[in-house]
C-alpha cells in the first residue's frame, strides 16, 4: 500500500496550531532538506509546484504537503527516489536545520522582494497581518468549545459502556497475535484530515485493506492506540495520522507493508470516497440507550457541528485577509528571480540524478 500523494504536516486543532513538519528531519528517506524561507507572496508554494511537476514528467513520484490555511497552497513536497523533501520552513511552522549544511539547509526567497518599494507599504502590511491573526483567536476557540461538547458526550455514554463497545471491535480488527521483533517499528505522524477555510477536508489514505470506523463520539482513539502497539512491536514500520479535533489522539494507522489500514470517520468529515471495510462504533455506543439520552446525545453533536462550521467560517476570513496581505506584497516580488532561482534549482536536482 502507497501513502496517499497527499497529506497535511500540520492542523488547525484546539490547542491552537499544530505542526508534524520538524519531523522530516527524522525521516530515515530524507537525505537532503531544503527550507524555504520567505515572506507572503514570494513564491515558495509556486516553486514547489514548479519541483513537483517536473519531478513527475521524470517519472517520479511525488507526495505533496498541503496548507491547512489554504489546501490549494503547497507547503512542502517529498520526492522519496531522490531522497528530497522541500518545506516552507516560515511561521507557523517554523523548521530550522538541525545541522545546517549537513543534509539540511536554507532557500531564501525573500531577497526576491524590491525592498524599498514595500518600505511605503509597512503600515498597510503591518495592519494586513494584524487583521488576520486577529481572526484565529475565534477559530481555536469555536475548536476548543466543541471538543468540550464531544467530551461531554463520551461521559454521558459512560466509561463501562465505551470500554465494552471498544474491547468488542479490537476483536472484530484484531487478525491475530504477531511475532515480537527484537526492536519496534519506526513511525511517521501525519494529517489527512484538516479543519480549512476550504471546509472539513478529508484526504485519501491510500490503496489497500482499508477499515473505515465510523466514531464520532471520538472514542476509537485508544482502540487504534492498541493497533498500532501490536504492529509496531512487531518490527513494521507505521504510519499514525493525528486527529485534528484532538491532536494528542489517533485518527488513523496504516501499515503500508501489509496493505492494511484503519481510520476513525467523523460524521462532520466527509467520508472517504474508496470503498472501505466498516464499522460502526457510534450505532454500537447507542443501541439500546433511552431515547431522552439519545436526544440528548444528538442536540450536542448538532452544537458540536455548528462550532466546527464556525470555526471554518473564521478560517475562511483568516485566509481572505492573507491573500490581501499578499496583493500588497505581490507588485514588490522580483518574480523574474523567482523563476531563476527555480530553473537553478531543477537543473542542480535532476541533472545530478
Known amino acids: 500500500m502507497g501513502l496517499t500523494d497527499s497529506y497535511f504536516l500540520g492542523a488547525n486543532t484546539p490547542e491552537g496550531f499544530r505542526s508534524e513538519y520538524a519531523s522530516l528531519q527524522n525521516d530515515p528517506r530524507i537525505q537532503r532538506l531544503l527550507i524555504l524561507k520567505g515572506g507572503s507572496g514570494c513564491g515558495k508554494s509556486t516553486l514547489m509546484k514548479t519541483l513537483a511537476a517536473r519531478a513527475e514528467e521524470y517519472g517520479w513520484g511525488v507526495e505533496r504537503i498541503l496548507c491547512s490555511s489554504d489546501p490549494d497552497s503547497l507547503d512542502g513536497l517529498v520526492i522519496p527516489e531522490l531522497g528530497l523533501a522541500l518545506v516552507d520552513g516560515t511561521a507557523p511552522h517554523v523548521v530550522e536545520p538541525a545541522l ?41 476557540g469555536c475548536l476548543r468549545a466543541a471538543a468540550s461538547l ?15 463497545v471498544t474491547e468488542e471491535a479490537l476483536g472484530q480488527l484484531v487478525d491475530g497475535a504477531l511475532p515480537k521483533a527484537k ?31 465510523l466514531d464520532g463520539s471520538g472514542v476509537g482513539g485508544g482502540l487504534l492506540r492498541e493497533l ?52 460502526d462504533l457510534d450505532a454500537a455506543l447507542e443501541a439500546e440507550l433511552p431515547d431522552e439520552l439519545k436526544n440528548a446525545l444528538g442536540e450536542l453533536a448538532g452544537l458540536e457541528r455548528r462550532l466546527l462550521d464556525q470555526s471554518v467560517a ?28 527555480t530553473e537553478l534549482l531543477c537543473r542542480e536536482l535532476f541533472t545530478e540524478s
Not at 464531544?150 to 465494552?164: D, K, V, Y
Not at 494529517?191 to 477536508?201: A, F, N
Request: charged residues 25%; contains cysteine.
Open 183 to 213: 526492536s519496534p517499528g519506526p513511525e511517521r505522524r501525519i494529517y489527512l484530515s484538516g479543519v480549512t477555510p476550504q471546509g472539513l477536508l478529508s484526504l485519501a489514505p491510500g490503496e489497500g485493506r482499508i477499515w473505515a470506523i
Open 100 to 140: 545546517c549544511g549537513c543534509g539540511a539547509n536554507y532557500l531564501n526567497l525573500g531577497r526576491c522582494y524590491r525592498e524599498a518599494e514595500l518600505r511605503p507599504l509597512i503600515p498597510a502590511i503591518r495592519a494586513a497581518k494584524a487583521a488576520n491573526a486577529a481572526c484565529y483567536g475565534p477559530a481555536y
Open 314 to 341: 473564521w478560517l475562511r476570513r483568516a485566509k481572505a485577509r492573507h491573500d490581501l496581505l499578499e496583493e500588497l506584497y505581490r507588485p514588490a516580488v522580483d518574480f523574474a528571480a523567482v523563476t531563476r532561482q
Open 228 to 279: 498500532a502497539e501490536r504492529h509496531r512491536s512487531a518490527g513494521e514500520s507505521l504510519i499514525l495520522a493525528m486527529d485534528p479535533l484532538d491532536p494528542d489522539g489517533v485518527q488513523g494507522v496504516l501499515v503500508p507493508e501489509r496493505g492494511l489500514g484503519w481510520l476513525r470517520v467523523h460524521p462532520a468529515f466527509p467520508g472517504p470516497r474508496q470503498a472501505m471495510l466498516r464499522l
Open 150 to 164: 464531544a467530551r461531554a458526550r463520551r461521559q454521558l455514554l459512560g466509561r463501562e459502556r465505551i470500554r465494552a
